[in-house]
């Protein structure tokens, strides 16, 4: 049995700001989240609560290629190469509007709530997000010919995370006897076992 495996990069993501409760606000005038600095910094008595109870960060940007943005005193932005260039120390603010209990209840998982919705949104703001749809060959005895056929709840999208993506299709390519990709992001099977099926090319 062969299965074509189509991937593809989601040409319409949602924003995560969308669908959540944190907002990102840059300081750039090119970005669409742009807000003037003049109008929260130097930080009110408000906005250095927030601060202090890990409701808000200030946000680091590094552009060489694609963006980065990271929280500002993180070990990702004191590691990054050239930022004196390339990149801006104060570039913008991450604001929660939720509950605060919602995100940890210590600062510390705040912070890593935090941080891992600002690497979402830089996977988003840079097209790095996924999508699949599988295919299986079928041989038609009429005309001596293979065809394909769509399988039912084969395509999905919105993966910013690869392996969650091939975690999938491996589980509906399990009985495959060969499994043929294709598609655009097909270079993201080299970093994956579902190439083990893979016929050579």
């Known amino acids: 049995m062969k299965y074509v495996v189509h991937l593809d990069y989601d040409h319409d993501p949602i924003n995560p700001c969308d669908w959540g409760e944190w907002e990102v606000i840059s300081f750039n005038t ?12 130097p930080p009110d008595v408000g906005l250095r609560s927030k601060l202090r109870a890990g409701t808000a960060y200030i946000l680091s940007y590094y552009e060489h290629g694609d ?11 004191a590691a990054t190469p050239d930022k004196q260039w390339d990149g801006r120390a104060v570039a913008g603010l ?39 749809h599988i295919e299986k060959v079928v041989g038609c005895e009429a005309c001596g010919t293979d065809h ?11 993966f910013e ?10 589980a509906i ?15 993201l099977a080299d970093y994956d076992d579902i190439k083990e099926k893979a016929a050579a090319a």
């Open 30 to 41: 090119n970005h669409t989240s742009f807000k003037h600095p003049d109008t929260v910094m």
């Open 67 to 77: 963006s980065a943005w990271m929280l500002a005193d993180s070990p990702e932005w």
């Open 94 to 132: 991450l604001l929660w509007h939720g509950k605060p209990n919602e995100i940890g209840k210590t600062p510390e998982l705040r912070r890593e709530h935090a941080s891992g919705f600002i690497d979402s949104y830089t996977k988003w703001c840079n097209g790095h997000v996924y999508a699949y």
């Open 148 to 158: 394909r056929e769509d399988l039912d709840d084969a395509t999905c999208s919105g």
């Open 161 to 170: 995370d690869s392996e969650q993506m091939f975690e999938e299709i491996r």
């Open 173 to 187: 390519t399990a009985d495959a006897d060969e499994v043929e990709i294709e598609g655009p992001a097909k270079w």
